[in-house]
């Protein structure tokens, strides 16, 4: 009798509403269906509910029902007892995964979830979506991925019911992309020899539904490129006829192994907008590959209808294997595995699988790997679900979760106010923490365990130093251990009335425990980047709510201070010396890029405000005078004294640092700090074997300089160490310049094309040096320097190299024989013109200047200033349009314009004495 009552609730608990239990669940409905006393009728309910396997609601009246077909159809019980409707109904998770085909995906909402995202913003993008490439290693899951779209698309309307789905596996057309065309796009009777009627290609076929195209990849450039059409408008042509566009509407997919930068065409590729790339298994998390191998081994308990036994050592085995072959070898293993424990278990009922039931494979690559963690055997039967072995292995983050939602009903139940529940919800916390404290093994967690501890405790350590409060011992484990299993914790809240629920919760524990609501908000932070967690609003809630057993009682405060500076590293240069050198961490450093405003800097030291307890002072070392105004950016909320020092050094800021420590007044610690910092200097020159140097110069510029010292250094003897250095025409105008130049060398002479007039160096002009008038003069420099044989040398060279074919050579790039004819015109025209005439020193100084400008002018970079020349043109205009007009023929041949700098600097030379003479010519 009891068999058949059992059987009889079997089947009516699956119609069971909670809302509204029909009596049929009572025992007395059951004592009249099968005709015995109530007495009796109770006393096999009350059985079986002993026995785990109805479920008791002692209401009024009292209702039985089958645990497992409810836990089937609506959710997981813990109990099979409850005092009311209510309480059953309180075990229902506040958050269930959506219900579609992608969360059925192991990984949807952990390695998968940017893949899914990804694939639901193609599918959903207007006009038929948008075409999705899927890459990855041979067996990640790409073709079950494509599969799994278009049961999505069907069942979401994006797609008719009767949308076909074709694929092309284009590894078949590798080297022939006619035949792929002819596939793809069908052709018409005549096309081509054998067609002999009108046939659709896999792009009709697929019209209003899917078409994927496999092993992408092994289309080649010509096969590749017959798809831009379709891609760009959605149109195709049969082969045969090119003026019957065919409008499809296609949903296209592809995949394929290899790297999207190396197998295909760039226009290829960029055609194709969502590019998707499928994790391989080694990439995945441990919970992600178990969760594949249960998943995997309920699918052959499937098959074969027995009980499983799958030991813990072969899970481990299965576990922390390499897979190449990714989910496909995995799922291989496990159906080899099933396989060989069959064989040697035929006519037993359940069958056990270990280790030696494994493939030899697995075995032999499991020779080398590490101590592997423990893992609970698991046993399968045709009631287990995937659901229920999870649950099993992760109690903690099933019991955060629980929690969670106990929190949020009582908060719910007593009319959404915390001051009403305090005390019950503290009281669930601490059980919480108690529970994750002492169910959490540390021994089979050690390593990520301690990292999170380590990590843990130096964030609380900076806390402390940041805000002056101290925090408990206990405190760094109850973090770390609550974030070690919050983090594979699987709960997201997306009902809206809920989310407001949770907001209300948390703005009613930062209005009561403000303190520790800021401290947790800001450990949080701090951990978030180290312990890859995504903080929910209940993480802050329940840790705020631990934490505010704690009495925040501030240490002795001192100021916070900081050093601002501009550059790379220059802040935290300084900081990092000054806290070593002071043996404590003082000073936090900003480094600022130079082209930062001072509201920026304003801003960032803002944010440092919010984060740390300035209500002792702060004081701020900048390292430019512009950032002593930076307090106008500061708004008036900060009640803090702040001090702001300019100019900051290394010995500056080590004052500060002593001042700090010594707990004085703000007023007492910047004028003792600035005592000890007085500024000194002193320049040193050298003064000694100051090396021998000759300057070289030009008029318009250091490119002529240049070119001239490389001739005079050609010109040296081997065994001279003498220096020519080419200098800037305005530096050597410069005082400043000269008096360093002075300093560091010992400047024989100079030559150049204009004379700067230096106090006590003597001067050769260059069109001297090109005649032979000047060449004496430079070896009586040296002389005193060189051996007598060095200096017939230096005498023979400088003639040799200063000819006006060398010096043109060298200084221009152009046809030298070309350019000199150029000139030669040029120098004609001038005399013609101006009725001037101009000694042989003035013609060589012209032929050296005009070549370089020529030069100038055809490299497109002429001088473009010359200083005072409104002045000039408006006493000499007719002097510098004859000049100007002489310019002509080069200007032709050349295709070049001379602008007016480059006349007056000609002007110079013609009509400005440069050799000696300091009187100015009279306009």
Same mark, same amino acid.
Request: with cysteine.
């Given at each position: 009798?009891?068999?058949?009552?059992?059987?009889?609730?079997?089947?009516?608990?699956?119609?069971? #509403?909670?809302?509204?239990?029909?009596?049929?669940?009572?025992?007395?409905?059951?004592?009249?269906?099968?005709?015995?006393?109530?007495?009796?009728?109770?006393?096999? %309910?009350?059985?079986?509910?002993?026995?785990?396997?109805?479920?008791?609601?002692?209401?009024?009246?009292?209702?039985?029902?089958?645990?497992?077909?409810?836990?089937?159809?609506?959710?997981?019980?813990?109990?099979?007892?409850?005092?009311?409707?209510?309480?059953?109904?309180?075990?229902?998770?506040?958050?269930?995964?959506?219900?579609?085909?992608?969360?059925?995906?192991?990984?949807?909402?952990?390695?998968?979830?940017?893949?899914?995202?990804?694939?639901?913003?193609?599918?959903?993008?207007?006009?038929?979506? %948008?075409?999705?490439?899927?890459?990855?290693?041979?067996?990640?899951?790409?073709?079950?991925?494509?599969?799994?779209?278009?049961?999505?698309?069907?069942?979401?309307?994006?797609?008719?019911?009767?949308?076909?789905?074709?694929?092309?596996?284009?590894?078949?057309?590798?080297?022939?992309?006619?035949?792929?065309?002819?596939?793809?796009?069908?052709?018409?009777?005549?096309?081509?020899?054998?067609?002999?009627?009108?046939?659709?290609?896999?792009?009709?076929?697929?019209?209003?539904?899917?078409?994927?195209?496999?092993?992408?990849?092994?289309?080649?450039?010509?096969?590749?490129?017959?798809?831009?059409?379709?891609?760009?408008?959605?149109?195709?042509?049969?082969?045969?006829?090119?003026?019957?566009?065919?409008?499809?509407?296609?949903? $296209?997919?592809?995949?394929?192994?290899?790297?999207?930068?190396?197998?295909?065409?760039?226009?290829?590729?960029?055609?194709?907008?969502?590019?998707?790339?499928?994790?391989?298994?080694? =990439?995945?998390?441990?919970?992600?590959?178990?969760?594949?191998?249960?998943?995997?081994?309920?699918?052959?308990?499937?098959?074969? @209808?027995?009980?499983?036994?799958?030991?813990?050592?072969?899970?481990?085995?299965?576990?922390?294997?390499?897979?190449?072959?990714?989910?496909?070898?995995?799922?291989?293993?496990?159906?080899?595995?099933?396989?060989?424990?069959?064989?040697?278990?035929?006519?037993?009922?359940?069958?056990?699988?270990?280790?030696?039931?494994?493939?030899?494979?697995? $075995?032999?690559?499991?020779?080398?790997?590490?101590?592997?963690?423990?893992?609970?055997?698991?046993?399968?039967?045709?009631?287990?679900?995937?659901?229920? $072995?999870?649950?099993?292995?992760?109690?903690?983050?099933?019991?955060?979760?629980?929690?969670?939602?106990?929190?949020?009903?009582?908060?719910?139940?007593?009319?959404?106010?915390?001051?009403?529940?305090?005390?019950?919800?503290?009281?669930?916390?601490?059980?919480?923490?108690?529970?994750?404290?002492?169910?959490?093994?540390?021994?089979?967690?050690?390593?990520?365990?301690?990292?999170?501890?380590?990590?843990?405790?130096?964030?609380?350590?900076?806390?402390?130093?940041?805000?002056?409060?101290?925090?408990?011992?206990?405190?760094?484990?109850?973090? !770390?251990?609550?974030?070690?299993?919050?983090?594979?914790?699987?709960?997201?809240?997306?009902?809206?009335?809920?989310?407001?629920?949770?907001?209300?919760?948390?703005?009613?524990?930062?209005?009561?425990?403000?303190? +520790?609501?800021?401290?947790?908000?800001?450990?949080?932070?701090?951990?978030?980047?180290?312990?890859?967690?995504?903080?929910?609003?209940?993480?802050?809630?329940?840790?705020?709510?631990?934490?505010?057993?704690?009495?925040? #009682?501030?240490?002795?405060?001192?100021?916070?201070?900081? &050093?601002?500076?501009?550059?790379?590293?220059?802040?935290?240069?300084?900081?990092?010396?000054?806290?070593?050198?002071?043996?404590?961490?003082?000073?936090?450093?900003?480094?600022?890029? &130079?082209?930062?405003?001072?509201?920026?800097?304003?801003?960032?030291?803002?944010?440092?405000?919010?984060?740390?307890? &300035?209500?002792?002072?702060?004081?701020?070392?900048?390292?430019?005078?512009? %950032?002593?105004?930076?307090?106008?950016?500061?708004?008036?909320?900060?009640?803090?004294?702040?001090?702001?020092?300019?100019?900051?050094?290394?010995?500056?800021?080590?004052?500060?640092?002593?001042?700090?420590?010594?707990?004085?007044?703000?007023?007492?610690?910047?004028?003792? +700090?600035?005592?000890?910092?007085?500024?000194?200097?002193?320049?040193?020159?050298?003064?000694?074997?100051? =090396?021998?140097?000759?300057?070289?110069?030009?008029?318009?510029?250091?490119?002529?300089?240049?070119?001239?010292?490389?001739?005079?250094?050609?010109?040296?003897?081997?065994?001279?160490?003498?220096?020519?250095?080419?200098?800037?025409?305005?530096?050597?105008?410069?005082? *400043?310049?000269?008096?360093?130049?002075?300093?560091?060398?010992?400047?024989? *002479?100079?030559?150049?094309?204009?004379?700067?007039?230096?106090?006590?160096?003597?001067?050769? +002009?260059?069109?001297?040096?090109?005649?032979?008038?000047?060449?004496?003069?430079?070896? !009586?420099?040296?002389?005193?320097?060189?051996?007598?044989?060095?200096?017939?040398?230096?005498?023979?060279?400088?003639?040799?190299?200063?000819?006006?074919? @060398?010096?043109?050579?060298?200084?221009?790039?152009?046809?030298?024989?070309?350019?000199? /004819?150029?000139?030669?015109?040029?120098?004609?025209?001038?005399?013609?013109? *101006?009725?001037?005439?101009?000694?042989?020193? @003035?013609?060589?100084?012209?032929?050296?200047?005009?070549?370089?400008?020529?030069?100038?002018?055809?490299? #497109? !970079?002429?001088?473009?200033?010359?200083?005072?020349?409104?002045?000039?043109?408006?006493?000499?205009?007719? /002097?510098?349009?004859?000049?100007?007009?002489?310019?002509?023929?080069?200007?032709?041949?050349?295709?070049?314009?001379?602008?007016?700098?480059?006349?007056?600097?000609?002007?110079?030379?013609?009509?400005?004495?440069?050799?000696? !003479?300091?009187?100015?010519?009279?306009?």
């Amino acid at each position: 009798m009891q068999n058949d009552i059992l059987e009889y609730l079997e089947n009516e608990t699956s119609f069971i #509403n909670l809302d509204d239990i029909s009596s049929i669940f009572t025992a007395n409905d059951i004592a009249k269906k099968f005709s015995i006393k109530r007495n009796t009728a109770s006393h096999y %309910l009350n059985e079986l509910n002993k026995s785990g396997i109805l479920i008791k609601i002692e209401s009024r009246p009292v209702y039985y029902f089958d645990k497992k077909v409810f836990e089937s159809q609506n959710f997981t019980l813990d109990k099979t007892t409850y005092k009311s409707v209510d309480s059953l109904k309180n075990e229902k998770p506040m958050v269930l995964n959506k219900n579609n085909l992608f969360s059925m995906l192991i990984g949807h909402d952990k390695s998968l979830k940017p893949v899914i995202d990804q694939v639901e913003s193609a599918l959903y993008y207007p006009d038929n979506g %948008l075409p999705v490439i899927f890459t990855g290693e041979s067996g990640t899951g790409k073709t079950y991925m494509v599969h799994l779209i278009y049961q999505y698309c069907l069942n979401n309307g994006l797609i008719d019911d009767d949308a076909p789905f074709i694929t092309v596996n284009c590894a078949q057309y590798a080297n022939n992309p006619e035949l792929l065309t002819s596939n793809l796009f069908g052709y018409v009777k005549g096309a081509f020899t054998g067609a002999t009627e009108d046939k659709k290609g896999a792009f009709e076929s697929a019209d209003r539904g899917i078409l994927f195209l496999d092993e992408v990849h092994r289309l080649n450039s010509e096969g590749q490129e017959k798809l831009f059409t379709f891609l760009d408008q959605g149109i195709i042509y049969r082969v045969g006829d090119t003026n019957n566009p065919i409008k499809l509407k296609v949903r $296209l997919f592809f995949a394929t192994t290899e790297s999207l930068s190396s197998d295909f065409l760039t226009t290829f590729v960029r055609r194709i907008p969502i590019q998707i790339s499928l994790p391989s298994l080694n =990439d995945r998390s441990r919970d992600e590959r178990l969760e594949l191998i249960y998943s995997f081994f309920l699918n052959e308990q499937r098959k074969i @209808k027995k009980e499983i036994t799958v030991t813990g050592q072969a899970l481990n085995l299965l576990l922390n294997q390499s897979y190449k072959g990714n989910i496909g070898e995995l799922k291989s293993n496990i159906k080899v595995t099933t396989a060989r424990a069959i064989s040697k278990q035929i006519k037993d009922e359940k069958i056990n699988i270990s280790i030696y039931s494994l493939p030899k494979k697995v $075995l032999m690559d499991a020779d080398n790997t590490s101590e592997l963690s423990k893992q609970d055997s698991i046993h399968l039967t045709n009631d287990t679900k995937l659901e229920d $072995l999870l649950i099993e292995q992760r109690p903690q983050q099933e019991r955060i979760i629980k929690s969670y939602e106990r929190i949020i009903r009582i908060f719910q139940r007593n009319d959404q106010s915390l001051e009403n529940t305090i005390t019950e919800i503290k009281e669930e916390v601490e059980t919480l923490f108690e529970f994750l404290m002492f169910e959490t093994n540390f021994k089979e967690n050690h390593e990520p365990l301690t990292y999170l501890t380590k990590y843990t405790r130096n964030i609380l350590n900076q806390m402390e130093s940041s805000y002056q409060i101290h925090f408990n011992g206990n405190s760094v484990y109850a973090i !770390s251990y609550y974030i070690f299993q919050r983090i594979n914790c699987n709960w997201t809240v997306e009902d809206v009335e809920l989310k407001k629920i949770i907001i209300s919760l948390e703005e009613q524990v930062k209005d009561s425990f403000p303190n +520790s609501f800021n401290y947790v908000k800001r450990i949080l932070q701090l951990c978030k980047p180290k312990m890859d967690i995504d903080i929910q609003p209940m993480d802050i809630i329940i840790l705020t709510l631990h934490l505010s057993k704690n009495e925040w #009682n501030k240490k002795a405060g001192i100021p916070k201070a900081i &050093i601002v500076a501009h550059g790379y590293a220059t802040a935290s240069s300084i900081a990092d010396v000054v806290n070593t050198f002071l043996k404590k961490d003082l000073f936090e450093s900003f480094d600022m890029p &130079i082209n930062i405003s001072p509201r920026e800097i304003a801003d960032e030291i803002l944010d440092y405000s919010k984060k740390n307890d &300035i209500s002792n002072g702060l004081i701020i070392l900048a390292d430019m005078g512009s %950032l002593k105004d930076i307090y106008q950016y500061f708004p008036s909320q900060i009640k803090a004294p702040i001090v702001i020092m300019n100019n900051v050094t290394t010995p500056l800021a080590i004052a500060v640092g002593e001042q700090i420590q010594k707990k004085l007044s703000l007023k007492k610690q910047v004028e003792q +700090s600035l005592k000890q910092t007085k500024m000194d200097y002193k320049i040193i020159y050298p003064d000694v074997h100051k =090396d021998k140097v000759i300057i070289t110069t030009c008029l318009t510029g250091i490119g002529t300089a240049t070119k001239i010292s490389s001739l005079i250094e050609r010109s040296l003897p081997s065994s001279i160490s003498l220096k020519v250095l080419p200098y800037d025409f305005a530096a050597l105008k410069d005082k *400043g310049q000269v008096k360093t130049l002075s300093s560091m060398y010992d400047c024989l *002479g100079i030559i150049g094309t204009d004379n700067p007039k230096m106090e006590k160096l003597p001067y050769i +002009s260059l069109e001297n040096l090109i005649s032979g008038e000047g060449i004496n003069t430079l070896c !009586s420099w040296v002389s005193n320097y060189f051996n007598q044989k060095d200096l017939i040398e230096f005498n023979d060279n400088i003639i040799r190299n200063f000819s006006l074919e @060398k010096v043109m050579d060298v200084v221009t790039i152009l046809d030298t024989d070309k350019v000199v /004819k150029e000139v030669d015109v040029f120098l004609k025209r001038v005399q013609e013109i *101006g009725d001037y005439h101009l000694t042989n020193a @003035k013609k060589l100084a012209i032929y050296i200047h005009v070549s370089c400008l020529i030069e100038r002018l055809v490299r #497109n !970079s002429p001088i473009k200033h010359y200083e005072g020349y409104s002045e000039l043109e408006k006493c000499q205009k007719d /002097k510098l349009n004859k000049i100007k007009l002489a310019f002509s023929v080069i200007e032709s041949d050349y295709s070049v314009k001379v602008p007016k700098p480059e006349v007056a600097y000609v002007y110079d030379l013609i009509f400005i004495k440069t050799d000696n !003479s300091t009187k100015d010519e009279d306009f």
